[in-house]
Each structure stands twice: as structure tokens, then as C-alpha cells.
């Protein structure tokens, strides 16, 4: 029996006792091809495994959907069917050719240890109701009746591929078989013998604690799948000829919902902003069918990304982008915005029709150079609105593309599809994407697949400078992302790279140093406006230093005391995080909730962190950021204090809160693999 068109996947974590001779076994029955995933362990699994012959990979986030999805990664040439086993050596490897007999007929050949009575033996009774649970349910939903969520799987690699595995944990097994029935694969289902444990402790059955962290994620995870198969419908022929449906509603309502909206962008009148919550909340509903869809072609994702885009640009914009069309007219000019306020006398002759639109005209530049830059360029084209929308337009369309290319187009619905991700550079023209896209090319260039960040000799040198320079462009649009180059030089820092961290701090502030050069001279420098009142006392939705407020009143003319504990978050990210996706999200998570200067469109900055991380507390916070509209209602009755009030702060915050700590709670960090995608879809 030919085996070699066969890959054995072995998730194991803590397993030197029995790895071994789970390998061998399997050697034993022709299998060559036998790949272990270390998903982090601490006892030599990996070296023991790599003795007995088998190829190993690392991965390390936690979770066993993660480490079979890893596995799964770089298949070799001429694979055509996935074995997975457990690595406990429970799992009676004597059967598997009563597996390959059966490959011709079915496409999917599972191990029903129920099926048998040592199986049903070896199973605690917690295992025997959770499997025999699980099964009922999938019947109940899908009319396919499963007897056990077996670790011993044989499944064609084309197959696998049409399934599109989402879960990251414990769910992958019932993700895959409910999937399957959903795609109509041929399913086989053969009785196997369940052995004891050969060794090690389980991680799972052997623990209250884990049982339950299980079985919770097992019922989500069905639950989650059921709710969009029912939008999906019940007569499906594969997952892509059942997601139209779906995807119909999500399209027609993120294209409504900014139709509707589109004329209602100037805030003039409180009804402006009513008529403004409704073409929101229809772009809103459209954004949460999206969550459900399964697969879309490049077709569909691009031409509501673009078209959603488009319509916004006619859209009346924030009053921030008059200062922006300013700055770059005064420079034209000769004249440095750092140096001269909008109401600077020396600049009276130079205003404009538009001139008192310009928000904070008593207040100099506070943008870094390089956005200074380009306010520039913009204005010696063409001093205009749509100008500048479709120049942040564009870098966030190419945020778009970047995040669909690694991880595909469903997943970058996330962001594409994104009601705030629209309004906040193609409708309300705010320049954000430009520190977005350079902080995203960081991102992904420095999180690369074939990169294991956790490993000194995995990272070549070129891959901190060019995420250090990717992101000192970001800190010369926005100062923000500082702490983010702090993470790379400390990465290179604490595995003895002291050349690169040093090269790399030097590469990262670069493109400030050289955008600086033409606003500075020897003695001054004037960036950043330390003495600013956006700096020292700007306040209107935040929320711990609203609570700290109400506690201790002084503490609202005082914002550089949340520098100390943003300081403790980044210390403490810079101590913990092992790749840049998990400290940057995390850091900007921080930021939202301590920084007591937050604006609407600030909360653009996680939206691409979300495409891998899928955190529903940042989705649910793309919704519930509209209440911060509420502010322009206020000042269109007439109201200009221009402070959330607690209710509104309460909505919204709480779901943004509470959501992130419900993700966190799910699975320690990102579900997601930084990996590429088995299908493009």
C-alpha cells in the first residue's frame, strides 16, 4: 500500500515519554511522511521526536487547533490525505490500514474509539457524554449523525482545503466534521480501540478544569457554526454556493447604509446626526452579517470595499481636514505650521474661504513630519477636499490588500467591511490610514510565516530593520507607534543581538530625523507641543481617567499621569510578547482605555489587528464607537462643551471591555495562525 502521498500531523505538548514510540509505530506502518507540531513544550518533546524520525515544526501559540494548523503549513509536493493522532500513544495505530482501505470511497475517514468496547471503556464518562452530546447536536443541526469527536482522522488535503478551518482550539474537531456534512464530503465513520495513556498527563480529561474549558468550546464553537448555517440554508451543495444568501444581505446593507448616510456627513443639525445613526446602523447590521459568511471570492470583497469607499468621498468630511488642507497651503507658502497658529497675524493674507472651518485655529501643528510631508504634496497638486480623502482612501485600501493577501479575503472582512474603517478616512477624511499602513507593513513583515519570533536564530537582520523602518514611518505620521519600535530593539535585546537592536532603533527613528531636518534648525525643534492643550488637558470620551476623575477631581488637568500607567502596560508587553501582532494589539488595547485623549476614528488603529485576532470586544466596539456622535448632537443643539456624558461613555466602552476580556478568557491570545491560508477564501 503506497503511503507516501500521506502526511501524519501529531499536535503534542509536554510528550517525551510517548512521543518516541508513536512515531515509530507509525514508521512501523509505512507511514514516512510524520510531521510533530511542539506546541510549547518544556520536557524535550521535540529533540525525542525528531530521534524517532519525524520532521518537527514549532508553534508557539497555544491551543491544538493551532498546532494542527500549523502542521498543516508548507505541505510537502505530492500530499494528498492528512493524518492526525494524538502524540499520548492512546490512539491504536494497528488499525490505520483499515483507514487507508477505505480512502477510494470517502473523503473524510474518522476513528469511533464509542464504537468499541475498550473505547467506550477507556473514556472518562464526562468524554462519553460530551462526544455522545456533541454527535446529537450536529444531527440536530445538520441531520448527520456523528457517535465521536475522535482524535484519529483521516481526511483528503483537497477536501480540507474546502472546509477552511477557522477554530485555533479545542473546536477543531467538531468544526471539521460539522463543516464536512455542510460540505458534503463523503464521511465514514470506523470503530477503533482507545488505549490507555501510555504516559505524560492529560491536558484535557484529566482535569475538571480542562474538561469544562473544552466542552464550553466545543458547544460555542457548534453554536457559532449553526448560526451561520442557518443563514447559509439548509440545502447546500458546498460552503461557497450556500454563502450568497448571506452575502447578499451583507453587501446590500453596507452599501444602503452608506447611500443613506452619505448626505448627512456635516453634523449642522441634531437631525443630521439622527439621519447619520440610521445609515450607521444599517451599515452596522451589514458588518455583522459579514461575520457569518464562510467564503467570498475577490469579487465580492473588493467591490464593496471599493464602492463603500467611493460613495464616501463625496461624503461632507470632519472638520479635521481643513487644518490638514491648511498646513499643507502654509507651507507652500514658506511658512512652517510648527512655527505659526492659523490665527498667527503673519498669516492673515494667506486665509482662506474655508479658513474658519479650521478646528483649534489658536493651536500650532501637532502632526509629525512626515504627515507634514504630505499634506504638502497634497496641497501643490491640488488644494482640495477630495483629494485628500481619496490619498487616505487609498492607504486604506491598500491596508486592505495587504491584510487579504496573508490571510485571506473572509477573515479581512473584518476590517474591509468595517463601518468605522469607512467613515473615518473615506467619510469623515481623517489621515489615520497613513499610520496605519506602514504600521500594518511592519506587521506582517516582521510576523512572517517561515519567521518563528520566539527563536533568536529564526529572524534574520533584515527583518528587524525593515520592520524598523516600516515602523519609523509610522512614528514620523504619528507618534503612537513609539513604543512598538521599543518592542523590536528589545526583541533583538534580550536574545543577545545587541548589533541589531542598535541598528534597528537607529533605522526606526530615521525617517523622523530626515523628515525633521526641514522644521528644525540647530537650536530648535518644535514637533511636539508638550505645553499644547491637546496634550496637557484635551479630554472628551475617555474612560479611565473619567473614573479617576470622579474620584479625584484635580486629576482631569493632569494628563501626563496616565503616561505612568501606559508605561507599566508596555513594560509588561515588552516582558510577555513574543510576536509583533500580540504586543501592538495589546499596546493599542491599552492605549484606548487609559490615554485620556480618545476620538472616534482612534479606534481605527486596532481594526487591522482584528482581521487575525478576531477580539470581540474591538468588534463590538466598531458598533458601539457611533455613540461618540453623540458629541457632534450636542453641539449641534447648541451644547459645545464637547464631554461624553456618562451614559453615552458607559455604551460605549462596556461592550469594547467586557468583549476583550471575554476573548481573553476564550484563548489566551489570537486564534488566528500567522500563517498563510490553505485556500484563499
Known amino acids: ?61 497555544k491551543g491544538y487547533g493551532q498546532a494542527c494548523w500549523r502542521g498543516l503549513q508548507s505541505v510537502p509536493e505530492g500530499i494528498e490525505w492528512i493524518l492526525f493522532c494524538d502524540a499520548d500513544g492512546s490512539d491504536d ?11 477510494e470511497s470517502y473523503d473524510l475517514i474518522l476513528g469511533n474509539r464509542r464504537g468499541t468496547e475498550s473505547g467506550r471503556q477507556q473514556l472518562s464518562p464526562v468524554q462519553n457524554f460530551g462526544n455522545g452530546l456533541s454527535g446529537t447536536l450536529i444531527a440536530w443541526g445538520w441531520g448527520y449523525r456523528f457517535h465521536d469527536l475522535g482524535p484519529l482522522r483521516l481526511v483528503r488535503k483537497a477536501s480540507l482545503e474546502q472546509i477552511g478551518m477557522c477554530d485555533r482550539n479545542f473546536g477543531w474537531t467538531v468544526e471539521m466534521q460539522a463543516r464536512a456534512v455542510e460540505c458534503n464530503l463523503r464521511i465514514r465513520e470506523l470503530p477503533v480501540n482507545y488505549l490507555p495513556r501510555q504516559g505524560g498527563q492529560s491536558k484535557i480529561s484529566g482535569t475538571v478544569s480542562g474538561s469544562f474549558k473544552a466542552g464550553t468550546i466545543i458547544l460555542s464553537t457548534l453554536a457559532s457554526l449553526y448560526w451561520q448555517n442557518l443563514w447559509r440554508g439548509s440545502d447546500q451543495e458546498s460552503a461557497q454556493a450556500n454563502a450568497p444568501g448571506l452575502l447578499w444581505m451583507s453587501a446590500l446593507f453596507l452599501v444602503a447604509g452608506t447611500v443613506y448616510t452619505l448626505p448627512h456627513g456635516a453634523f449642522s443639525e441634531p437631525s443630521s446626526v439622527i439621519q447619520f445613526w440610521i445609515g450607521s446602523a444599517i451599515m452596522a447590521a451589514g458588518f455583522v452579517l459579514a461575520w457569518g459568511v464562510r467564503s467570498i471570492s475577490g469579487v465580492w470583497f473588493w467591490s464593496v470595499a471599493i464602492v463603500t469607499r467611493l460613495l464616501l468621498l463625496a461624503m461632507y468630511p470632519g472638520n479635521d481636514i481643513w487644518r490638514y488642507l491648511w498646513e499643507g497651503y502654509v507651507q507652500l507658502q514658506g ?47 491640488w488644494l482640495s477636499v477630495p483629494l485628500f480623502k481619496a490619498a487616505f482612501a487609498a492607504a486604506d485600501l491598500a491596508v486592505c490588500w495587504l491584510l487579504s493577501r496573508r490571510f485571506g479575503y473572509r477573515a479581512t472582512l473584518l476590517y474591509a467591511w468595517n463601518p468605522l474603517v469607512l467613515y473615518s478616512f473615506a467619510g469623515g477624511g481623517h489621515y489615520d490610514s497613513w499610520f496605519v499602513l506602514p504600521l500594518v507593513m511592519a506587521w506582517l513583515w516582521f510576523d512572517r510565516p517561515s519567521h518563528q519570533p520566539e527563536k533568536s536564530s529564526s529572524l534574520p537582520p533584515f527583518t528587524y530593520l525593515g520592520s524598523a523602518l516600516f515602523v519609523g514611518i509610522s512614528i514620523a505620521v504619528k507618534w503612537i507607534s513609539l513604543p512598538v519600535l521599543a518592542f523590536l530593539v528589545w526583541h533583538a535585546l534580550r536574545r543577545g543581538r545587541i548589533g541589531i537592536a542598535l541598528l534597528s532603533g537607529v533605522t526606526g527613528l530615521l525617517p523622523v530625523i ?15 507641543r508638550f505645553g499644547s492643550s491637546f496634550v496637557v488637558t484635551g479630554r472628551c470620551a475617555e474612560l479611565i481617567p473619567y473614573i479617576v476623575e470622579q474620584l479625584w477631581a484635580p486629576s482631569r488637568w493632569a494628563n501626563w499621569l496616565y ?61 458601539s464607537a457611533y455613540v461618540y456622535f453623540t458629541l457632534l448632537y450636542m453641539s449641534a443643539a447648541g451644547d459645545h462643551s464637547w464631554i461624553l456624558p456618562e451614559a453615552q461613555r458607559h455604551i460605549l466602552w462596556w461592550p469594547f471591555v467586557l468583549g476583550v476580556a471575554w476573548s481573553s478568557a476564550k484563548v489566551t491570545w489570537p486564534q488566528l495562525a500567522l500563517t498563510p491560508k490553505l485556500n484563499r477564501t
Open 93 to 103: 495505530v494497528s488499525q490505520l490500514p483499515e483507514f487507508f482501505a477505505q480512502r
Open 514 to 528: 530626515l523628515a525633521a531636518i526641514p522644521f528644525c534648525s540647530p537650536t530648535s525643534c518644535p514637533l511636539v
Open 1 to 61: 500500500m503506497d503511503l507516501e502521498n500521506t502526511l501524519v500531523i501529531i499536535p503534542a505538548l509536554n510528550e517525551s515519554t510517548t512521543i518516541g514510540n508513536v512515531v515509530k509505530s507509525l514508521r512501523n506502518q509505512g507511514l514516512s511522511h510524520i510531521r510533530v507540531v511542539d506546541n510549547g513544550s518544556q520536557d524535550g518533546t521535540a529533540d525525542v521526536a525528531a530521534q524517532a524520525g519525524a520532521d518537527v515544526v514549532q508553534e508557539h501559540l
Open 563 to 623: 503616561a505612568f500607567p501606559l508605561a507599566l502596560v508596555i513594560v509588561w508587553l515588552l516582558l510577555r510578547a513574543t510576536t509583533f501582532h500580540k504586543f501592538t494589539e495589546w499596546y493599542l488595547i491599552g492605549l484606548m482605555v487609559i490615554s485620556p485623549i480618545v476620538h472616534f476614528w482612534y479606534l481605527s488603529w486596532l481594526m487591522p489587528f482584528l482581521v487575525l485576532s478576531r477580539n470581540l470586544g474591538i468588534r463590538l466596539i466598531s458598533l
Open 335 to 381: 511658512f512652517s505650521p510648527y512655527d505659526f497658529a492659523p490665527t498667527a497675524d503673519v498669516l492673515e493674507h494667506l486665509r482662506t474661504q474655508w479658513w474658519d472651518q479650521i478646528n483649534h485655529p489658536y493651536a500650532s501643528a501637532i502632526y509629525p513630519p512626515v504627515t507634514q510631508f504630505g499634506f504638502r504634496t497634497l496641497a501643490s497638486i
